[in-house]
């Protein structure tokens, strides 16, 4: 699993979402965009985004996360948070309904202070699926529509008008009741840890002495993944015989030692990429691993 994907990726991903260039920053501090989902990939990679995402889904699929999924077999609204990974797998050919993208500070301008990350349609733990009525779908879809075309207007105050119709489909959402009918992966363990261990080593290989380890406890991979870290730490230890911190330790290892050996960076420089706040905390670490200080393992290395 990449890193998070962000505006700029998706954008260079999907190029025929953003035709006219828009900046990332076209609403002021934030971002707004809607699309029709009659162009939408059957399937998507498991990932994380930088943004938020409110899908009206007309069509069937299939919506996995870490530990669960969940048939969408009839119309339904879907809100995505960034902080939680998923991958979307179309059943039927036809997909119709909206999608728009959006951005922390659009939804809540820099003067008001409030997380969306808390309200029940996107919090950690919620139920972000709605199945919809076709009076919903109605009403929906025309609150989709009116915001593609004021998207397209030259209004000059069409970003706080955008902006209302968002509040007005959250609000809607919250009237409704959450589906309840999500299922678990027949074998929930052997997906989280094929889950962790493609994050742990989509880190690698270090590239620069800028670049810096963001994922290395078993804490951050639990987070990252949307899962408890006991349940991690179960499924990896069920799975490989390992644990999670025994794992992530010996990659690191892995990678220190090829940048000792293949690379001019100074121990310090290495410490840094690798995550390590301070060059002694690397020193330490990697002894207790190996038996050698890095600078004693790059003279046996050269």
Same mark, same amino acid.
């Given at each position: 699993?990449?890193?998070?994907?962000?505006?700029?990726?998706?954008?260079?991903?999907?190029?025929?979402? @953003?035709?006219?260039?828009?900046?990332?920053?076209?609403?002021?501090?934030?971002?707004?965009?809607? &699309?029709?989902?009659?162009?939408?990939?059957?399937?998507?990679?498991?990932?994380?985004?930088?943004?938020?995402?409110?899908?009206?889904?007309?069509?069937?699929?299939?919506?996995?996360?870490?530990?669960?999924?969940?048939?969408?077999?009839?119309?339904?609204?879907?809100?995505?948070?960034?902080?939680?990974?998923?991958?979307?797998?179309?059943?039927?050919?036809?997909?119709?309904?909206?999608?728009?993208? &959006?951005?922390?500070?659009?939804?809540?301008?820099?003067?008001?202070?409030?997380?969306?990350?808390?309200?029940?349609?996107?919090?950690?733990?919620?139920?972000?699926?709605? &199945?919809?009525?076709?009076?919903?779908?109605?009403?929906?879809?025309?609150?989709?529509?009116?915001?593609?075309?004021?998207?397209?207007?030259?209004?000059?105050?069409?970003?706080?008008?955008?902006?209302?119709?968002?509040?007005?489909?959250?609000?809607?959402?919250?009237?409704?009741?959450?589906?309840?009918?999500?299922?678990?992966?027949?074998?929930?363990?052997?997906?989280?840890?094929?889950?962790?261990?493609?994050?742990?080593?989509?880190?690698?290989?270090?590239?620069?002495?800028?670049?810096?380890?963001?994922?290395?406890?078993?804490?951050?991979?639990?987070?990252?993944?949307?899962?408890?870290?006991?349940?991690? @730490?179960?499924?990896?230890?069920?799975?490989?015989?390992?644990?999670?911190?025994?794992?992530?330790?010996?990659?690191?290892?892995?990678?220190?030692?090829?940048?000792?050996?293949?690379?001019?960076?100074?121990?310090?420089?290495?410490?840094?990429?690798?995550?390590?706040?301070?060059?002694?905390? &690397?020193? @330490?670490?990697?002894?207790?691993?190996?038996?050698?200080?890095?600078?004693?393992?790059?003279?046996?290395?050269?």
């Amino acid at each position: 699993m990449p890193h998070s994907e962000s505006l700029k990726e998706f954008y260079t991903r999907v190029p025929q979402a @953003n035709p006219t260039g828009l900046s990332l920053n076209n609403a002021g501090p934030g971002h707004f965009n809607i &699309f029709s989902r009659a162009s939408c990939f059957p399937r998507t990679a498991y990932i994380r985004r930088d943004f938020y995402k409110i899908s009206l889904i007309i069509g069937t699929g299939k919506l996995y996360y870490a530990n669960k999924w969940i048939a969408i077999d009839r119309p339904a609204l879907l809100f995505s948070n960034p902080v939680i990974p998923y991958s979307w797998e179309a059943i039927s050919d036809l997909q119709e309904g909206w999608f728009c993208l &959006f951005t922390e500070d659009f939804i809540h301008p820099i003067e008001r202070r409030e997380n969306l990350q808390d309200s029940p349609l996107f919090r950690i733990g919620g139920s972000p699926v709605f &199945f919809i009525d076709q009076q919903q779908q109605e009403y929906l879809s025309a609150i989709f529509r009116k915001m593609k075309a004021e998207m397209e207007s030259i209004y000059t105050h069409k970003y706080d008008l955008l902006r209302n119709y968002l509040h007005i489909i959250i609000h809607e959402a919250m009237k409704m009741q959450p589906a309840e009918t999500y299922k678990k992966h027949h074998n929930a363990s052997s997906r989280i840890t094929s889950l962790f261990l493609e994050l742990l080593e989509r880190q690698f290989p270090i590239d620069t002495p800028e670049t810096n380890l963001h994922l290395r406890t078993a804490n951050d991979f639990a987070r990252s993944l949307s899962v408890h870290v006991n349940s991690l @730490n179960r499924s990896v230890k069920d799975i490989t015989g390992r644990t999670t911190t025994e794992l992530i330790s010996a990659r690191i290892i892995k990678e220190a030692r090829a940048l000792l050996a293949h690379t001019d960076w100074n121990v310090s420089e290495i410490a840094y990429s690798l995550g390590f706040e301070y060059p002694a905390y &690397f020193n @330490n670490f990697f002894k207790k691993q190996t038996q050698l200080t890095p600078s004693e393992a790059r003279k046996s290395l050269v």
